[in-house]
């Protein structure tokens, strides 16, 4: 229970709030918090005029704990870690909830470099990642074609994790909001403006990028401009792994799907607009036929741009929000937000029902970019 308020479960009186959880933003991470707190017998309002159309809607779905293991982010790396150790059973549990599949595939990732420097730049990282006990492995020119035939006789060299799966974010966001519904969470079309519109014991902020302009945390738009592609008569792509690449200096990734699309992208672009450019698109398809070259015959079926919600230090906002009892944020996801959506969910959700925050939450609090020395709190209110 939140310390000083009243049990949420076993029949104690509620209060006069109309909910005991509004969730501000539908995508993945607030559709599958309110599906956990619906479990637990709260009474939950869902907030968001268009569930489905931010970040998610161009995500490529990428599990990826390992290949976005990236220097100095030790901390971010144990949370996509911990979260991609979660993603089987709650895959599992998700797909029955729902009543539908969503995309979940297993075969792993293999990571590639085209060119000479593109392998002694992948090696450096793929060195770090396995420093820290990562499963990621090195491969030949000739085991990479064992695995992917498709792949072009040019790349020089890779490494395969195992571990780093995918999930199709559309359809994820439509079973996450399925379950969610099924037990017993509402939806709400109504924008919301400023938290004081919300009327609930615990509002969760989980808005992307709108959650600055609701919280005044700093969360910044990052644009992404992502490709789609579908094979000649919708047959399954030529090969079944994610492909990540570097393709004369360009990175890229590929990643299939057993309908015939081809997911290709992305830029990472300091702009808040969503205007898809000529030369994305021209850099993304040479970087991607360059990797694997069957693809310049596939049809190319949308060009879409979306915007990340970053922050100063990459990685993302969880926990009570300084100076707003009741209040909690989720966002700031960044490129992560598929990854972390099982942890983020069982975190914030523990966090609601009794007001004790995990230790996973402690680097990631709210309060971390205010000035002065950061005090942990176990509870809140």
């Known amino acids: ?3 000083g308020g009243p049990s949420y479960t076993g029949g104690v009186n509620r209060g006069p709030f109309l909910a005991d959880v509004a969730v501000v933003g539908a995508g993945p991470v607030g559709a599958a918090i309110a599906w956990r707190c619906a479990q637990r017998g709260l009474r939950v309002v869902v907030h968001d005029p268009a569930p489905g159309s931010g970040a998610s809607r161009v995500a ?7 290949a ?5 982010e030790h901390e971010l790396t144990g949370l996509l870690t911990a979260s991609a150790a979660r993603w089987p059973g709650f895959a599992a549990e998700l797909a029955e909830a729902a009543g539908m599949p969503f995309g979940h595939r297993t075969e792993g990732t293999l990571v590639v470099g085209l060119t000479a420097d593109d392998l002694a730049e992948a090696r450096r990282l793929w060195s770090y990642q396995q420093e820290l006990g990562l499963p990621i492995t090195m ?5 990479l074609r064992d695995r992917e035939p498709a792949l072009a006789p040019r790349v020089r060299g890779g490494a395969v994790a195992p571990g780093d799966h995918q999930v199709d974010p559309r359809r994820l966001v439509t079973a996450l909001r399925t379950a969610a519904e099924r ?4 939806w709400s079309p109504a924008a919301v403006g400023a938290l004081g519109e919300v009327d609930a014991r615990v509002t969760v902020v989980a808005a992307g990028c709108g959650a600055a302009a609701l919280t005044g945390l700093p969360v910044r738009p990052v644009k992404g401009q992502v490709l789609r592609l579908r094979a000649p008569g919708r ?18 990734y590929l990643v299939p799907r057993t309908d015939g699309e081809v997911v290709v992208g992305a830029t990472v672009e300091e702009r808040a607009d969503t205007e898809v450019t000529a030369g994305a698109v021209l850099r993304l398809l040479r970087a991607a036929v360059d990797l694997v070259p069957e693809l310049a015959e596939y049809d190319l079926v949308e060009a879409a741009a979306g915007l990340r919600p970053g922050t100063p230090d990459n990685a993302p906002i969880l926990g009570p929000l300084p100076g707003r009892p009741g209040v909690l944020a ?11 959506t099982p942890l983020t969910a069982d975190l914030i959700t523990q966090l609601v029902v009794t007001g004790v925050a995990d230790p996973l939450l402690a680097p990631f609090a709210p309060d971390r970019f205010t000035a002065g020395p950061r005090t942990q709190e176990k509870t809140w209110n």
């Open 235 to 252: 047959a399954a792509p030529g090969f079944r792994h994610v492909i990540r690449g570097y393709a004369d200096g360009e990175p890229v």
């Open 139 to 143: 491969l030949r020119p000739s085991q």
């Open 183 to 186: 037990a017993g969470a509402r």
């Open 68 to 72: 976005e293991a990236y220097f100095g």
């Open 60 to 66: 490529a779905g990428m599990l990826a704990p390992v």
């Open 1 to 3: 229970m939140l310390r």
């Open 330 to 340: 989720a966002t700031g996801h960044h490129r992560h937000g598929i990854v972390l």
